[in-house]
């Protein structure tokens, strides 16, 4: 109370004081200020089932946001923000599995040693050699493709809906030329 009284009493000497409203009267400028809260505190006890009822109802009057219906499958179906994530956890999740195999392998009595795996993948025929490989590069050169895609992004090229859209196109060959250029050429 008494700093309010302070505020009041400083905002009237202020008004005194030449300012931009030297011509409006002093009553004019503090009338305006009140000195009682606007709102009054108050709370309430509720229930828990009341808690819930009126959290789902302030639910109820939430815009709902578009859902997957909105997109046009066809065009973001092969979308490769999507598809580099879902090559780079095939690629990160084949690396997790083998390395905690490799470590594991002593204590079950596995041999996972280069030496060994060269030779377990040297017996298989050439079909299954080939789905091998495919299958670990074409994941990889999309998500090295598309990680190159992106850096042009960055620098602010290719965002015009047909350049996405041929951009996509283009990614999607290339790394199927690429997948099977790491399967059967190297």
């Not at 047909?162 to 199927?176: F, M, V």
Request: hydrophobic fraction near 50%; include cysteine.
């Amino acid at each position: 109370m008494i700093a309010q009284r302070v505020g009041v009493a400083a905002l009237r000497r202020g008004a005194a004081k030449p300012f931009f409203a030297q011509t409006l009267p002093k009553v004019a400028l503090t009338a305006g200020i009140s000195t009682t809260p606007s709102r009054p505190i108050a709370s309430t006890s509720l229930t828990p089932a009341e808690g819930q009822k009126i959290l789902v109802s302030q639910r109820l009057n939430r815009p709902v946001s578009p859902h997957l219906g909105i997109y046009k499958m066809e065009q973001t179906w092969f979308g490769s923000s999507a598809w580099t994530r879902i090559t780079g956890c095939t690629l990160s999740g084949a690396m997790y599995v083998y390395m905690a195999s490799y470590l594991v392998a002593p204590l079950a009595g596995l041999h996972l040693e280069s030496a060994s795996f060269a030779a377990a993948f040297g017996s298989l025929p050439f079909v299954v050699k080939g789905g091998i490989k495919f299958g670990l590069g074409f994941p990889f050169a999309y998500h090295f493709l598309s990680g190159l895609k992106h850096l042009a992004y960055d620098f602010g090229k290719g965002f015009a809906k047909p350049t996405i859209i041929k951009a996509d196109r283009i990614l999607w060959a290339s790394s199927i030329v690429g997948g099977l250029i790491l399967a059967f050429l190297v």
